[in-house]
């Protein structure tokens, strides 16, 4: 009975004519174990930190004091030193490797920081194009407000017009109480 149950499960597993081993399932609503990583990991957003603070250091004045005071002792130390205590003699070669291995470090840590604040500059520049589109939208519905405004102010009747209109019912009332009465002092023939 225990080989009909084999031969049940491996049929069902293993379709009719499958040469292939089964594939494990990935199964996609849980997340993958972690594998084991040969080279080290470290944090991009840590190391651009570190970068940009020794850009920010290679770029002042106290750097290259403190440069120029390292480069100076060295040469006169090889220079003046007995000749046992030197450690780099007249071309100063080793000091060369070591103004070369700077250099080439320095210049890979200075343009990730430029990156970075290349990175920085072009989402403030997007936030500033954005803001700058809210605020001509928001003028160009101003300004159709105070048009509106103006078009129905036009048509409000205003004191002055109102003044001006009630004199001229006056004049026009004074004008016809008037022509009677003139009338019949006028000429003194009768009708």
């Known amino acids: 009975m225990a080989a009909d149950d084999r031969e049940r499960t ?3 597993r293993h379709p009719a004519g499958a040469t292939a081993a089964p594939r494990h399932r990935v199964r996609l609503d849980q997340p993958r174990a972690s594998r084991r990583r040969w080279l080290p990991t470290y944090d991009p957003e840590e190391f651009g930190r570190f970068s940009e ?3 920010r250091f290679l770029g002042t004045g106290r750097f290259i004091v403190w440069m120029t005071i390292t480069i ?5 130390w090889n220079i003046f030193a007995p000749r046992q205590m030197q450690f780099d003699h ?3 070669i080793f000091l060369t490797l070591m103004l070369s291995l700077q250099a080439s470090y320095a210049a890979p840590l200075i343009l990730l920081a430029q990156n970075r604040q290349d990175d920085r500059d072009r989402v403030n520049l997007e936030q500033d194009r954005k803001q700058n589109e809210r605020s ?3 003028t160009e519905y101003l300004t ?3 048009a509106a405004l103006r078009v129905n102010l036009g048509e409000v009747a205003t004191r002055d017009w109102i003044r001006s209109e009630l004199q ?3 004049k026009e009332i ?3 109480t008037a022509k009677p009465a003139r009338g019949d002092e006028g000429d003194g023939r009768g009708r």
């Open 174 to 176: 004074e004008d016809r």
């Open 136 to 138: 001509i939208a928001d």
């Open 90 to 92: 007249y071309p100063f």
């Open 53 to 55: 603070r020794i850009a």
């Open 144 to 146: 159709r407000e105070v």
């Open 72 to 76: 100076v002792v060295w040469v006169l």
């Open 10 to 12: 491996a049929s069902v």
């Open 168 to 170: 001229d019912l006056l």
